[in-house]
Nanobody
Framework: QVQLVESGGGLVQPGGSLRLSCAAS????????MGWYRQAPGKERELVAV???????NYADSVKGRFTISRDNAGITVYLQMNSLKPEDTANYYC???????????????WGKGTLVTVSS
């Protein structure tokens, strides 16, 4: 199976920065894309940013120009640099991997347990 471990969340003041990390491990056969989603209390989970195996990126309009997604050379660790944070960025941030494993050959989504980001003064 696939394990996704997020880190880097915490409390930050408005205008501050945080860097989230997500390390993937397990019997990964293929990664199509990795990304970050977030879910605020009472709201649905939404896409924040995604990076494909080819290096293409996509961002939610609300974070464009403030957040940057990147990955390591091995392609199994993904980062989310978050700058100019706003109170409305407060949410649980979840790492996502779209891919397949040696046990499950079809492509599916895998999720981390989430890391909490709180933006407050």
């Amino acid at each position: 199976q696939v394990q996704l471990v997020e880190s880097g969340g915490g409390l930050v003041q408005p205008g501050g920065s945080l860097r989230l990390s997500c390390a993937a491990s397990g019997s990964i056969r293929r990664i199509n894309a990795m990304g970050w989603y977030r879910q605020a209390p009472g709201k649905e989970r939404e896409l924040v940013a995604v990076i494909t195996s080819g290096g293409s990126t996509n961002y939610a309009d609300s974070v464009k120009g403030r957040f940057t997604i990147s990955r390591d050379n091995a392609g199994i660790t993904v980062y989310l640099q978050m700058n100019s944070l706003k109170p409305e960025d407060t949410a649980n941030y979840y790492c996502n991997l779209e891919g397949s494993t040696y046990q499950i050959s079809y492509v599916r989504n895998y999720w981390g347990k989430g890391t909490l980001v709180t933006v407050s003064s």
